[in-house]
């Protein structure tokens, strides 16, 4: 049973999908679509969602690592919680037996591919709660040439900064790691 990711509740989730699907139920949306929506400016991207009723998709207020680089792709969303250990130690049993290693915010990185944007809901922690730092920040430009979104913190802005192929929307910067969270799922509805 795959608890962290489950590829059937994406897809019946996502039912309006028109494209075809990754093994994740992730719909695969083209990559000259991606290419299209990097010379949309936000206020017509807001059009169209103003359009068609999604009226409560902008957040603002992030810190921009990149302020000069436009940050689209397809979403792999995240949901880290506040530490419980009852929760935690069923997660980490999940993971260990699905072959993950490191910690579980590197789990999420594991799973992208060309052309993804980690979503990652923290629930606004900065101080401990930096999703990335230029480590897994550059990990993350590797698999993506993106970026990514985290409601919460980043560390290590130096060597962020230095990456010229991503940019990281957050909401600060702090010297500390990640501490006292736990992941919920990959690919599940977040509310950022």
Not at 65 to 72: G, S, W
Request: aromatic share 8%.
């Amino acid at each position: 049973m795959n608890i962290l990711n489950p590829p059937d509740i994406i897809r019946a989730i996502t039912p309006l999908n028109l494209f075809a699907r990754f093994p994740d139920g992730r719909p695969q949306v083209p990559d000259d679509l991606l290419e299209r929506m990097k010379t949309m400016t936000s206020e017509e991207a807001w059009s169209i969602l103003d359009r068609e009723k999604y009226l409560f998709q902008f957040e603002g207020g992030w810190f921009r690592t990149h302020p000069e680089r436009i940050l689209v792709g397809r979403a792999v969303t995240a949901q880290m919680l506040p530490y419980r250990p009852d929760f935690h130690d069923v997660i980490q049993k999940q993971g260990e037996a699905d072959g993950r290693i490191g910690g579980q915010n590197s789990w999420v990185i594991d799973t992208l591919l060309p052309g993804d944007v980690t979503v990652v809901d923290l629930f606004g922690k900065i101080t401990d709660g930096t999703f990335v730092g230029d480590n897994l920040s550059t990990a993350v430009a590797a698999r993506t040439q993106a970026g990514a979104v985290i409601d919460g913190g980043i560390r290590d802005y130096q060597g962020v900064r230095e990456l010229t192929n991503v940019a990281f929307f957050c909401r600060g910067l702090d010297p500390t790691p990640i501490r006292n969270t736990t992941l919920a799922g990959i690919n599940i509805p977040i509310r950022i």
